[in-house]
């Protein structure tokens, strides 16, 4: 179990809640991976919901490197924590800015991976993600960044599903930080049936 402040009214436990009612779901799933699993979880329906966001907003935020000079995602799962979290930051006196890494470069134009300011060559960025199985997706963002010549040494998801997406992480040389667990989300949907 992943250890948070479980208290009823905390942030962390009202966004597990929202979690376990909304985002998780039992039965036959094939996932983004390949891989057939008994547990689904799409965050969507809690990152798009204004109290959703706002609350995950902040518990973000905390992991986020304190010399970051940006958040950065995989579209579309990060676009809203990536734009959130930045406001959030901007509303505590924290500068960072928002990037959002296509799943294939633009075909016209510049030909970027990469959308919004972009910082310095060599600046810190940190990627927020909001489901790690594998841990694929936010790999293929971390290597775009690290291609663009940025710093990258930490993934923030809201769930990870225990499923490698750490061995993978550490394999890469990169700090995983979940908000919750798959295990945290399937025990709370048991504690509302």
């Excluded at 969507?44 to 109290?51: A, F, R, W």
């Excluded at 694929?136 to 010549?149: F, M």
């Excluded at 930490?154 to 992480?169: K, P, S, T």
Aim: glycine share 8%; hydrophobic share 45%.
């Amino acid at each position: 179990m992943s250890s948070f402040n479980t208290s009823k009214n905390s942030p962390e436990s009202k966004v597990l809640t929202m979690l376990a009612k909304n985002a998780y779901r039992k039965g036959m799933f094939t996932l983004a991976s390949g891989r057939q699993s008994q547990h689904y979880v799409n965050c969507k329906p809690v990152t798009l919901s204004g109290l959703g966001l706002s609350l995950l907003s902040l518990l973000l935020l905390k992991h986020v490197d304190k010399d970051a000079s940006a958040v950065a995602g995989l579209t579309l799962g990060a676009d809203p924590l990536v734009s959130a979290v930045v406001i959030a930051g901007a509303q505590a006196g924290f500068s960072l800015d928002a990037l959002i890494v296509r799943k294939e470069a633009k075909d016209h134009g510049t030909g970027s991976w990469l959308e919004g300011p972009l910082p310095e060559k060599g600046a810190l960025v940190t990627v927020l993600e909001d489901v790690v199985t594998s841990g694929g997706s936010s790999l293929k963002a971390v290597n775009q960044l690290r291609q663009a010549g940025y710093l990258v040494r930490q993934v923030v998801a809201i769930v990870d599903r225990q499923e490698g997406a750490d061995i993978a992480m550490k394999e890469a040389d990169i700090e995983l930080t979940s908000l919750y667990l798959l295990e945290d989300v399937i025990a709370r949907a048991e504690d509302l049936v």
